[in-house]
């Protein structure tokens, strides 16, 4: 069934005319379409003539599956697989361990060098015979070398005198979903869940498959499928002969599966009387619990836990600690070589103190406290997946525990799936950010990939975007979301330029000019959205519950949840002052890092309204003062839209029309709400700067009861 | 971009080798493989060589489309448009006012007998070559003719000598898509509503296409998009344009577009204080909402009302009649040729008389009340969509007013799409119901299609399972209903069997003895289900809210929505005393029908429990008791599900693998649960018969409380 699932693959690829194709989004970035340069595909068709794996194993067949859909479609013709290098132009895969011919090459020491998960991929010799090697010490590296050679033809790269060596930085490259057991998906705006718990275990669908395929083309090995806003039942025993389903799908593709722990799980499912960590009884039923789980998933990655957050249950409920609770379920699985992935994103209104510094506030003193299976899963900002927040300070700031960061693949807070944005650069901001905790270079990368300090175990997670949507994630670029998230995990030192062009040309198109086009579009998407939503450091003003569109007015209600909590406006200027003389959030940053954010001076523009409450008069860099300034990055972002929009329809003739006029459609939808952020939030803050807005802008269309009382009804996700 | 679409279809046709190809469903019925039986593909070859559509119009265009896809596909290569006809073997389609060469055959006669929507496919000669013709007196009839020859080829029927007439005998065949504006689907079980409102009118889904070519070969000519019990948002400005666009997609097709109009909506969108309609601002406001409706869709069709039934407002709000309420958005439409479908669902748990008995008491004082353009739109049964119920009295009962069934094609009370039931038996069996109402021979189809009671305005209501899921139904036989209502709607004369047969070699396989047992399974699942879910007449013992699992114990809330109010269980016997000594209900029936019903000697078995409270004692024709039978029959039905798997399983070699694995998966969970519905309801109705259940039947596998605490968890729908 499998077999004849890859097969319509190379079907449609083979099949038929380009230009008579439909493209509906299904096949990610793995489209092998025939390739239609033909000085490119000459070289390539001289190039590879046949290929052999030898040995045998799940993870080498689905590896022989894509090596053979990949050639077929790209090159257009069958490329066989044949059994001995008896010509040139030879593709050879495999493990030393598992093909002669791999252990003949003399690559011993280049492969000590490329761990369990990376390989190589070596343009070489064989009996006098041009070979191209794909090598690896385990099955899995030989996929991803498979993945990753016929990205470099999917993008036109030369294959000739290779000699690529890749090693992933990350050892857990993990996705979370936020999706619940009724296929709703928290945060989603892309249809439901892709799993179909009713179904499963008796029927599976092909899309799985598929899943697998696309993140183990970008790196991902690992999947929490369910919501860390956590429902027991996922731990009963017909849950997990569902979840033993999909783990056998995903396996030969190397991905563990994960599941999220309800803390209070030995209550609801158990029938005890607590859930206390301390507890004999509560620790054994988890250790039965979790032998359970092993029993039906030989290799189940481990717990993903939300506790004493948002409502979430957890140790502090019996006045334990959350080293407490994690070590219990870390002791669980400890014997399986399970890990527990614990979150970080604690906060609570009954605390006095500035929401941003609650995290480190609760966990810096449990450094060094955690099992050594545990890590503390710490989201890139310090508040909740803004536009844009300064790293979080818990970074570089518990040396003796292993910290993954976690970012948001689905547009939370960024547009859901109907503005255009490219997350790799918020990513890679962060990743690149520097902690200073041992010097210049304490790079964020240096904390998550174990560097810094020494950690074996590291991991990075992302908050999936996909669902049953025809294309996955609603909007056809926040694909690229989920395609960067990966592999920037496997490579947290990438940039958002390498990545935006290898997801545009194996997604859309080749043309160099158009490759170009798309690439500025995506790079500069992000900080065009924070300016039409939160300029200078603004953040947390969108409107409540849905997130999507403005409501900087919002003042009911939990204080924390407020916007008026963030932006502090009043007569005298606007932002959060985070200084030694307010909050002194700064503080928990090293320094020279605190000293910069502490000093309007140096603190950068792009946080200055995270940090400081700064006069509506206050002189920025661009001469213009606060007010002005505000006014104009709402109303260039507006602009950029609109630049955004004209350079699609540039791209016009390289697009296939289904998905050129989806994103056209999307542009409509993105510039109108831009202009509601602008106007509803320059006329809102007008009420306080009392200054009017600078000659030259636009003006806003309503007035500002228009924009607070703005019913959206086209909002992806369902309400 | 709709012609790309297409021709995925065709590249997808032509491209390979058919056992390569992966069948996720989603082609429905209109799968145009290549005939791989070489004696019909000879056959066919030889008679269809190219083909003519003069005219030109979106509806024109669309039927070259589909008869270019489908002779290419099923023919496997390409079957050219020409110019005029110079060989034999070519297919003529058209109307004479568009077709100088349909015009010059000499069809007028036989057209004129066709109507808007019939055609003629004839085989004739045109300057001595040899044609077939496709012949209608308006672009509609040529599309479905298009249709109809592409099925004769789809199910290997010769096409030659041809000489076919087909008429629709209902005017109006609709489909009532319970789906909300948030995209859910009261009673859905396939996934989100088709609609996604959040992204129309600005992106058109090529999937609207699909969904208006399977209704148009289904012969379907309408759809209610939403729900009845109705939001009044869509009627506001921004949900018309919306509307306006699916309505500009489907026009094509001969579809018309409806909407569901609450009631209350002139209070809730117009401002208004009430929506009295005998009030002159409400006439006002819904006059000027109509024309508003129809400046966005000149060819709107008009409305479907829920009105005072289950909390839905209407006119008894405002101590109006029905007819009061529906004249008044009768008058509405009537200017643009619109019409209303008023429904008779109504009844009032305050209204102390049997639930069977409200719509009658009701409607029938009100018949000749009614506008022209109303329709009262009556379910099949009196009370619910029920496994099986008796024909519902109002049929025959208002020959003033024209009558148009509702039946249900999403499996609310049958299995969601759990469970594998073909549901034209269930049709068949109410439209060939005989009322008597004119004598012997006036059967419900002579109500519905006018001929009994004189009517022009005709119509057939079904209420659609299709989501977004893949393959549209969930269930893949669940199409196969989908499919029969439009058949049935068209003809309602047509067998199940016949419905059946078309279904089976379009969907799945052309191999006569598959074909045979697949239908055999089809035409016998419905009763199958019957037997173990509510044989012997019983009926609304479900569970209370999902409606899938059994619940004959549920006594609890209001009385008419518990299940002891309807099976009346006690020591003496069981079922519901409709008779003179009873309730009555069989008053409604003309005689000799309500003779028939009240006497328990000939009361059919199958409706015995609706209309008699029967001693548990007493003799069925098997010569069993009634407590033995009802214990057979819910055995029979379980192990009739075990045949089902069986035949299932024999026909492998002809089933595609997807498909097929989904069907086994599923008749496991339809095994599970009937033996759930067989032991619940022998051991809950065995507390009041005190005997004991017959030697050599299968024994409860649980005790009674374990059904009674019973909760599934994978129940198709959201929820």
Same mark, same amino acid.
């Given at each position: 069934?499998?077999?004849?699932?890859?097969?319509?693959?190379?079907?449609?690829?083979?099949?038929?005319?380009?230009?008579?194709?439909?493209?509906?989004?299904?096949?990610?970035?793995?489209?092998?379409?025939?390739?239609?340069?033909?000085?490119?595909?000459?070289?390539?068709?001289?190039?590879?003539?046949?290929?052999?794996?030898?040995?045998?194993?799940?993870?080498?067949?689905?590896?022989?599956?894509?090596?053979?859909?990949?050639?077929?479609?790209?090159?257009?013709?069958?490329?066989?697989?044949?059994?001995?290098?008896?010509?040139?132009?030879?593709?050879?895969?495999?493990?030393?361990?598992?093909?002669?011919?791999?252990?003949?090459?003399?690559?011993?020491?280049?492969?000590?060098?490329?761990?369990?998960?990376?390989?190589?991929?070596?343009?070489?010799?064989?009996?006098?015979?041009?070979?191209?090697?794909?090598?690896?010490?385990?099955?899995?590296?030989?996929?991803?070398?498979?993945?990753?050679?016929?990205?470099?033809?999917?993008?036109?790269?030369?294959?000739?005198?290779?000699?690529?060596?890749?090693?992933?930085?990350?050892?857990?490259?993990?996705?979370?979903?936020?999706?619940?057991?009724?296929?709703?998906?928290?945060?989603?705006?892309?249809?439901?869940?892709?799993?179909?718990?009713?179904?499963?275990?008796?029927?599976?669908?092909?899309?799985?498959?598929?899943?697998?395929?696309?993140?183990?083309?970008?790196?991902?090995?690992?999947?929490?499928?369910?919501?860390?806003?956590?429902?027991?039942?996922?731990?009963?025993?017909?849950?997990?002969?569902?979840?033993?389903?999909?783990?056998?799908?995903?396996?030969?593709?190397?991905?563990?599966?994960?599941?999220?722990?309800?803390?209070?799980?030995?209550?609801?499912?158990?029938?005890?009387?607590?859930?206390?960590?301390?507890?004999?009884?509560?620790?054994?039923?988890?250790?039965?619990?979790?032998?359970?789980?092993?029993?039906?998933?030989?290799?189940?990655?481990?717990?993903?836990?939300?506790?004493?957050?948002?409502?979430?249950?957890?140790?502090?409920?019996?006045?334990?600690?959350?080293?407490?609770?994690?070590?219990?379920?870390?002791?669980?699985?400890?014997?399986?070589?399970?890990?527990?992935?614990?979150?970080?994103?604690?906060?609570?209104?009954?605390?006095?103190?500035?929401?941003?510094?609650?995290?480190?506030?609760?966990?810096?003193?449990?450094?060094?406290?955690?099992?050594?299976?545990?890590?503390?899963?710490?989201?890139?900002?310090?508040?909740?997946?803004?536009?844009?927040?300064?790293?979080?300070?818990?970074?570089?700031?518990?040396?003796?525990?292993?910290?993954?960061?976690?970012?948001?693949?689905?547009?939370?807070?960024?547009?859901?799936?109907?503005?255009?944005?490219?997350?790799?650069?918020?990513?890679?901001?962060?990743?690149?950010?520097?902690?200073?905790?041992?010097?210049?270079?304490?790079?964020?990368?240096?904390?998550?990939?174990?560097?810094?300090?020494?950690?074996?175990?590291?991991?990075?997670?992302?908050?999936?975007?996909?669902?049953?949507?025809?294309?996955?994630?609603?909007?056809?670029?926040?694909?690229?979301?989920?395609?960067?998230?990966?592999?920037?995990?496997?490579?947290?030192?990438?940039?958002?330029?390498?990545?935006?062009?290898?997801?545009?040309?194996?997604?859309?198109?080749?043309?160099?000019?158009?490759?170009?086009?798309?690439?500025?579009?995506?790079?500069?998407?992000?900080?065009?959205?924070?300016?039409?939503?939160?300029?200078?450091?603004?953040?947390?003003?969108?409107?409540?519950?849905?997130?999507?569109?403005?409501?900087?007015?919002?003042?009911?209600?939990?204080?924390? $949840?407020?916007?008026?909590?963030?932006?502090?406006?009043?007569?005298?200027?606007?932002?959060?002052?985070?200084?030694?003389?307010?909050?002194?959030?700064?503080?928990?940053?090293?320094?020279?890092?605190?000293?910069?954010?502490?000093?309007?001076?140096?603190?950068?523009?792009?946080?200055?309204?995270?940090?400081?409450?700064?006069? $509506?008069?206050?002189?920025?860099?661009?001469?213009?003062?606060?007010?002005?300034?505000?006014?104009?990055?709402?109303?260039?972002?507006?602009?950029?839209?609109?630049?955004?929009?004209?350079?699609?329809?540039?791209?016009?003739?390289?697009?296939?029309?289904?998905?050129?006029?989806?994103?056209?459609?999307?542009?409509?939808?993105?510039?109108?709400?831009?202009?509601?952020?602008?106007?509803?939030?320059?006329?809102?803050?007008?009420?306080?700067?009392?200054?009017?807005?600078?000659?030259?802008?636009?003006?806003?269309?309503?007035?500002?009861?228009?924009?607070?009382?703005?019913?959206?009804?086209?909002?992806?996700?369902?309400?």
């Amino acid at each position: 069934m499998k077999q004849l699932f890859y097969l319509l693959f190379v079907t449609l690829i083979i099949s038929g005319i380009p230009e008579l194709k439909a493209e509906d989004g299904y096949r990610l970035w793995l489209r092998y379409d025939f390739i239609s340069d033909t000085q490119v595909l000459n070289l390539y068709t001289k190039s590879v003539k046949g290929w052999i794996i030898q040995g045998d194993s799940p993870t080498l067949r689905v590896a022989g599956n894509e090596l053979q859909m990949g050639l077929n479609g790209l090159l257009g013709k069958n490329i066989p697989e044949i059994s001995s290098v008896k010509k040139s132009g030879i593709i050879v895969a495999g493990t030393p361990e598992n093909s002669q011919l791999i252990a003949s090459l003399n690559l011993r020491e280049r492969l000590a060098s490329v761990g369990n998960e990376g390989y190589l991929i070596v343009s070489t010799k064989y009996r006098n015979k041009k070979i191209i090697v794909i090598a690896a010490n385990k099955d899995a590296g030989v996929l991803y070398g498979v993945f990753h050679f016929l990205r470099l033809m999917q993008t036109h790269q030369s294959i000739s005198g290779l000699s690529i060596e890749s090693v992933p930085k990350t050892k857990i490259r993990i996705l979370n979903h936020w999706d619940n057991l009724n296929r709703t998906v928290e945060r989603g705006y892309a249809g439901l869940s892709l799993w179909d718990w009713k179904s499963l275990p008796d029927s599976v669908s092909p899309r799985y498959i598929d899943y697998a395929r696309a993140n183990a083309s970008a790196g991902i090995n690992g999947t929490a499928l369910t919501n860390v806003n956590a429902n027991a039942l996922v731990l009963t025993k017909e849950y997990l002969q569902k979840v033993a389903a999909l783990a056998d799908i995903f396996r030969p593709y190397g991905i563990k599966v994960y599941l999220t722990a309800r803390f209070s799980a030995p209550v609801e499912i158990g029938k005890l009387k607590t859930a206390d960590p301390l507890d004999n009884d509560v620790v054994d039923w988890w250790k039965k619990k979790v032998d359970e789980i092993y029993s039906y998933i030989p290799d189940f990655g481990g717990f993903l836990v939300k506790a004493n957050s948002e409502g979430q249950p957890g140790p502090q409920n019996y006045k334990r600690t959350h080293a407490e609770g994690a070590n219990m379920l870390a002791d669980a699985v400890a014997p399986h070589n399970g890990i527990v992935m614990w979150r970080a994103f604690v906060y609570d209104n009954n605390v006095p103190d500035d929401r941003a510094k609650q995290a480190y506030n609760e966990f810096v003193p449990l450094d060094g406290k955690f099992r050594n299976n545990v890590l503390i899963q710490v989201k890139n900002g310090p508040v909740d997946f803004q536009p844009r927040e300064p790293f979080h300070p818990l970074f570089g700031a518990m040396p003796g525990t292993p910290l993954m960061p976690e970012f948001q693949i689905t547009q939370e807070y960024l547009g859901s799936s109907v503005h255009l944005v490219f997350l790799a650069p918020l990513y890679e901001e962060c990743l690149k950010s520097d902690t200073y905790v041992r010097g210049k270079g304490s790079l964020v990368a240096k904390v998550i990939d174990g560097t810094l300090d020494n950690h074996q175990l590291t991991a990075m997670a992302g908050v999936s975007n996909v669902g049953n949507e025809r294309n996955w994630t609603g909007h056809p670029f926040a694909q690229a979301n989920w395609y960067a998230f990966g592999r920037l995990a496997w490579d947290p030192y990438l940039g958002s330029g390498e990545v935006a062009g290898e997801w545009i040309r194996m997604t859309y198109t080749n043309d160099n000019e158009t490759v170009q086009r798309i690439s500025k579009m995506m790079l500069e998407s992000r900080e065009i959205t924070v300016n039409y939503m939160t300029p200078l450091g603004l953040h947390h003003i969108m409107y409540a519950g849905h997130h999507y569109g403005p409501g900087p007015w919002v003042n009911r209600g939990r204080q924390d $949840w407020t916007s008026v909590y963030y932006h502090r406006a009043d007569s005298t200027g606007i932002g959060f002052n985070r200084t030694s003389s307010g909050s002194n959030a700064v503080s928990q940053y090293f320094p020279p890092v605190r000293d910069i954010y502490e000093n309007i001076e140096t603190c950068p523009e792009n946080l200055l309204l995270w940090f400081h409450h700064v006069p $509506w008069d206050y002189k920025l860099e661009s001469g213009r003062t606060l007010w002005d300034e505000i006014c104009y990055r709402y109303d260039e972002g507006v602009k950029s839209v609109r630049w955004l929009h004209g350079e699609w329809t540039r791209s016009k003739d390289f697009i296939d029309p289904d998905r050129f006029e989806k994103v056209q459609s999307l542009l409509v939808k993105q510039e109108r709400d831009a202009k509601i952020w602008k106007d509803g939030c320059i006329l809102y803050f007008q009420t306080f700067s009392k200054r009017p807005i600078p000659g030259g802008l636009e003006k806003p269309v309503y007035d500002l009861d228009y924009y607070r009382n703005h019913e959206y009804t086209d909002i992806p996700g369902i309400r």
